[in-house]
């Protein structure tokens, strides 16, 4: 039920951080109303068979829509470059040249957290194209006759390469231990490769030691390294990385980390949806520039060469030794008002450390929260991460239904230590019950994915809502007794890998929205 690991990854690349963002901000609209589109910006090679891309929608609620079409117009590359539907099944037209048409089968889901993906299109270069030729795709999505949202990205064609790497290494280390991450990438084409960049999706736990010149990185994790060194067809170049586990990582464990080389091209294109996602804004680092080097003939023929998009990639595996855990410690809330006035309780957890939880690999939450609400209390607004909870049969669609005595609510992939994760339930005084308490208990059992069954003080896990209810004519806001917000953490978004990156910002936003409070 909590399994959600392909969306997720839609939703990185597509950076849905982004439209989550806009969809975040408080308005006046109807949410079913406010509506964004999105598709990627896009490079493709001359002679080759193109790249499959799809158009995504973003809402700020659960939504379906009937009657959709798309249309694409980039006649700015007319006779260029040629968009079709990447199945023969979807019903796709060209009314004219430069302009493609999709009618969407019917309903269009979309999803709040993830989004919703259009027909995948495949674009690619015609024969009358040539290297550097660049223009709009122009995109509109309508639902019978009405524009419920518009979108323009950007095309342009390149000269086509092909650039392997490997191999895949594996380590053995512990928290706070150094090591050293050596690659080799060979030019498997037939043209030289004019530049190549590293753009890695590292777990939080993988630190850079170094902060190169050429290098973009964020708090404490490296994004990308910039690389302007020529590399002849066939010839091989290497690189070290060096990395640092952080001393809060989890142990016994495992983390790894996955880098894609690309052309700076290529770079242009991802880097610009991470720019427009909202993710916090990557520095280079003030050290030396890291450099190529040429590698041997030996080292460049154990990699493979093979002219697939898969050989792009490369990942290191780091199997965590040791003993390092993580204290989760319940929090409640102290509650004071008339009855009639409405209360805040900002309960959850703080992660006492000494290691920081981060599911985000596996997509499952790093505990489950239950809040049972003090008698004489209804909830009249809740966080859509916190459905209503009756024995184990929570249903995740119920999320942020107002009226149950019981709530489940899911924290997320990550906790870092140090920082306490706190939800925040508007309560409604209804009667005076003396003595009335309700309780907030964490690591609570499910029968599903995710969880943490290892807490080092299993004693703190549960902790007290307390209501000290008072007469009187209600009507306005009582004392949360809440802890003060000192600011959202910067963690949650610095410390996930930069190709999940954008699903950070979408994680961080949604956390937001839906009321999640991070206090260091």
Same mark, same amino acid.
Request: proline letters at 5%; glycine letters at 12%.
């Given at each position: 039920?909590?399994?959600?690991?392909?969306?997720?990854?839609?939703?990185?690349?597509?950076?849905?951080?982004?439209?989550?963002?806009?969809?975040?901000?408080?308005?006046?609209?109807?949410?079913?109303?406010?509506?964004?589109?999105?598709?990627?910006?896009?490079?493709?090679?001359?002679?080759?068979?193109?790249?499959?891309?799809?158009?995504?929608?973003?809402?700020?609620?659960?939504?379906?829509?009937?009657?959709?079409?798309?249309?694409?117009?980039?006649?700015?590359?007319?006779?260029?470059?040629?968009?079709?539907?990447?199945?023969?099944?979807?019903?796709?037209?060209?009314?004219?040249?430069?302009?493609?048409?999709?009618?969407?089968?019917?309903?269009?889901?979309?999803?709040?957290?993830?989004?919703?993906?259009?027909?995948?299109?495949?674009?690619?270069?015609?024969?009358?194209?040539?290297?550097?030729?660049?223009?709009?795709?122009?995109?509109?999505?309508?639902?019978?006759?009405?524009?419920?949202?518009?979108?323009?990205?950007?095309?342009?064609?390149?000269?086509?390469?092909?650039?392997?790497?490997?191999?895949?290494?594996?380590?053995?280390?512990?928290?706070?231990?150094?090591?050293?991450?050596?690659?080799?990438?060979?030019?498997?084409?037939?043209?030289?490769?004019?530049?190549?960049?590293?753009?890695?999706?590292?777990?939080?736990?993988?630190?850079?030691?170094?902060?190169?010149?050429?290098?973009?990185?964020?708090?404490?994790?490296?994004?990308?390294?910039?690389?302007?060194?020529?590399?002849?067809?066939?010839?091989?170049?290497?690189?070290?990385?060096?990395?640092?586990?952080?001393?809060?990582?989890?142990?016994?464990?495992?983390?790894?980390?996955?880098?894609?080389?690309?052309?700076?091209?290529?770079?242009?294109?991802?880097?610009?949806?991470?720019?427009?996602?909202?993710?916090?804004?990557?520095?280079?680092?003030?050290?030396?520039?890291?450099?190529?080097?040429?590698?041997?003939?030996?080292?460049?023929?154990?990699?493979?060469?093979?002219?697939?998009?898969?050989?792009?990639?490369?990942?290191?595996?780091?199997?965590?030794?040791?003993?390092?855990?993580?204290?989760?410690?319940?929090?409640?809330?102290?509650?004071?008002?008339?009855?009639?006035?409405?209360?805040?309780?900002?309960?959850?957890?703080?992660?006492?450390?000494?290691?920081?939880?981060?599911?985000?690999?596996?997509?499952?939450?790093?505990?489950?929260?239950?809040?049972?609400?003090?008698?004489?209390?209804?909830?009249?607004?809740?966080?859509?991460?916190? *459905?209503?909870?009756? &024995?184990? =049969?929570?249903? $995740?669609?119920?999320? !942020?239904?107002? /009226?149950?005595?019981?709530? @489940?609510?899911?924290?997320?992939?990550?906790?870092?230590?140090?920082?306490?994760?706190?939800?925040?339930?508007?309560?409604?005084?209804?009667?005076?019950?003396?003595?009335?308490?309700?309780?907030?208990?964490?690591?609570?059992?499910?029968?599903?994915?995710?969880?943490?069954?290892?807490?080092?003080?299993?004693?703190?896990?549960?902790?007290?809502?307390?209501?000290?209810?008072?007469?009187?004519?209600?009507?306005?806001?009582?004392?949360?007794?809440?802890?003060?917000?000192?600011?959202?953490?910067? *963690?949650?978004?610095? &410390?996930? =890998?930069?190709? $999940?990156?954008?699903? !950070?910002?979408? /994680?961080?936003?949604?956390? @937001?929205?839906?009321?999640?409070?991070?206090?260091?």
């Amino acid at each position: 039920m909590l399994k959600s690991s392909t969306r997720r990854w839609l939703a990185g690349l597509g950076v849905a951080g982004a439209f989550v963002a806009a969809a975040a901000t408080p308005a006046a609209a109807d949410p079913v109303d406010e509506v964004t589109l999105y598709f990627p910006d896009t490079t493709v090679a001359l002679g080759d068979q193109g790249k499959d891309a799809s158009a995504k929608l973003f809402t700020r609620v659960n939504t379906q829509f009937h009657d959709a079409t798309v249309r694409y117009d980039y006649r700015s590359l007319a006779g260029k470059v040629k968009l079709k539907a990447q199945s023969e099944a979807d019903d796709c037209e060209a009314p004219e040249e430069g302009v493609l048409l999709c009618r969407e089968y019917s309903p269009v889901y979309v999803d709040e957290t993830y989004g919703g993906q259009l027909t995948e299109l495949n674009i690619a270069a015609t024969d009358e194209a040539k290297a550097g030729d660049a223009g709009d795709l122009k995109i509109s999505f309508r639902v019978g006759n009405l524009e419920k949202a518009s979108y323009t990205s950007h095309l342009r064609v390149g000269e086509g390469v092909d650039i392997a790497v490997g191999p895949d290494a594996e380590f053995d280390v512990q928290p706070g231990d150094s090591f050293k991450a050596p690659v080799t990438m060979v030019n498997a084409g037939k043209s030289t490769v004019d530049g190549v960049v590293a753009y890695f999706d590292n777990d939080y736990a993988i630190r850079p030691v170094d902060r190169f010149s050429n290098c973009f990185y964020t708090v404490d994790s490296i994004i990308a390294c910039e690389f302007d060194e020529e590399i002849p067809a066939g010839a091989a170049r290497s690189v070290t990385f060096d990395y640092q586990l952080g001393k809060d990582t989890y142990a016994p464990g495992s983390q790894s980390g996955h880098t894609r080389f690309m052309t700076p091209a290529d770079f242009e294109d991802l880097f610009e949806q991470r720019a427009r996602s909202g993710a916090k804004a990557a520095k280079h680092g003030t050290g030396p520039k890291l450099s190529l080097t040429e590698a041997s003939a030996k080292v460049a023929r154990s990699v493979q060469t093979d002219i697939d998009s898969s050989n792009n990639s490369w990942n290191i595996s780091i199997n965590v030794g040791g003993k390092n855990g993580a204290d989760l410690e319940a929090i409640g809330a102290e509650l004071t008002g008339e009855v009639g006035t409405e209360v805040t309780a900002q309960v959850g957890f703080r992660n006492n450390g000494p290691a920081t939880l981060d599911h985000h690999r596996g997509d499952s939450q790093v505990t489950f929260v239950d809040v049972t609400l003090p008698a004489g209390t209804r909830a009249v607004q809740v966080p859509v991460n916190c *459905a209503p909870f009756k &024995g184990d =049969g929570t249903k $995740l669609t119920d999320g !942020g239904k107002p /009226g149950a005595p019981a709530y @489940r609510c899911f924290p997320g992939v990550f906790s870092k230590a140090g920082v306490h994760l706190l939800n925040e339930l508007r309560l409604r005084i209804e009667e005076i019950v003396p003595g009335a308490s309700g309780t907030v208990k964490i690591n609570a059992p499910c029968e599903c994915q995710g969880g943490f069954s290892d807490d080092l003080k299993p004693a703190n896990d549960t902790a007290k809502i307390l209501l000290n209810a008072t007469g009187g004519q209600g009507g306005g806001d009582g004392d949360g007794g809440s802890l003060p917000i000192t600011g959202e953490s910067t *963690a949650l978004i610095g &410390g996930i =890998g930069a190709l $999940l990156l954008a699903a !950070g910002v979408g /994680g961080y936003v949604l956390a @937001r929205r839906r009321k999640t409070r991070f206090v260091a």
